[in-house]
């Protein structure tokens, strides 16, 4: 199996088993509806991947 499927086959697991946590596991959390929470949920994956993307980039560049 060459490294691109590979990648390909790793993020649909991890998305098939976030989509399950998600639908299966959610419901049973106790998370207000509030705007702080939406708004937390909306930018939090967008500001960790920026902080992995600039730790990567400073690694690379200390190498």
Do not use: G
């Not at 939090?44 to 980039?57: F, G």
């Amino acid at each position: 199996m060459n490294p691109e499927t590979r990648v390909i086959l790793k993020l649909f697991i991890f998305s098939v088993l976030l989509s399950v946590a998600i639908k299966y596991a959610a419901p049973s959390l106790a998370i207000a509806a509030t705007d702080q929470n939406a708004l937390i949920a909306v930018l939090l994956p967008s500001i960790a991947m920026a902080i992995a993307l600039s730790w990567r980039a400073w690694k690379a560049e200390l190498k």
